[in-house]
Nanobody, 119 residues
């Protein structure tokens, strides 16, 4: 399973970015698709996750500003980030749990994409 993330970049505070991640490979289904981030000197934290099509959770710090969505047919997860703040600066990682038909979801991480928000 390979994850290819894209969409990172530099933006001024108040701006927007959209991250996308495509999962490729041979598997039965994807259980969960998530975005994590890791700021310099901090631990990696979960930003948002989507399970199936309807179960969505966000970190309190991004609620109302970020929107996660999923295209099951394309094995893609996106993160629309609006009203960006300097504290959103981090490397963002795509994370999925993949089922190979044995009902034992396995975790995979993308390579990370850098988001820099300048104030």
């Amino acid at each position: 399973v390979q994850l290819q993330a894209s969409g990172g970049g530099s933006v001024q505070a108040g701006g927007s970015l959209n991250l996308s991640c495509v999962a490729s490979g041979t598997f039965s289904s994807i259980d969960t698709m998530s975005w994590y981030r890791q700021a310099p000197g901090k631990q990696r934290e979960e930003v948002a996750d989507i399970r199936g099509q309807t179960r969505i959770d966000y970190a309190d710090s991004v609620k109302g500003r970020f929107t996660i969505s999923r295209d099951a047919a394309k094995n893609t997860v996106s993160l629309q980030m609006n009203s960006l703040k300097s504290e959103d600066t981090a490397v963002y990682y795509c994370y999925v749990r993949v089922d190979f038909g044995d009902n034992v979801p396995r975790p995979y991480w993308g390579q990370g994409t850098l988001v820099t928000v300048s104030s």
